[in-house]
């Protein structure tokens, strides 16, 4: 009882981390396009996005919620 109760936190934390991973990748396609394309005012937001994109990908990793979703 008590190992399946660890492997579902196990799942869930993968789960987190996966879906980490996809935030973070989307995070840095949107703030890379908005950097681009975007005025002045809301350029300095999509640094922000980037950065906080890169951090999460760092954390979470680029191909975990690729390879946990299945999408490549």
Do not use: P
């Amino acid at each position: 009882m008590m190992f399946d109760y660890f492997d579902q936190i196990g799942e869930a934390i993968k789960f987190l981390l996966a879906i980490g991973s996809i935030i973070g990748l989307l995070g840095l396609i949107i703030g890379i396009l908005g950097w681009l394309f975007l005025g002045q005012f809301q350029r300095h937001k999509m640094i922000g996005v980037v950065v906080v994109s890169i951090v999460l990908l760092t954390v979470c990793g680029i191909n975990t919620g690729l390879r946990y979703f299945r999408i490549y």
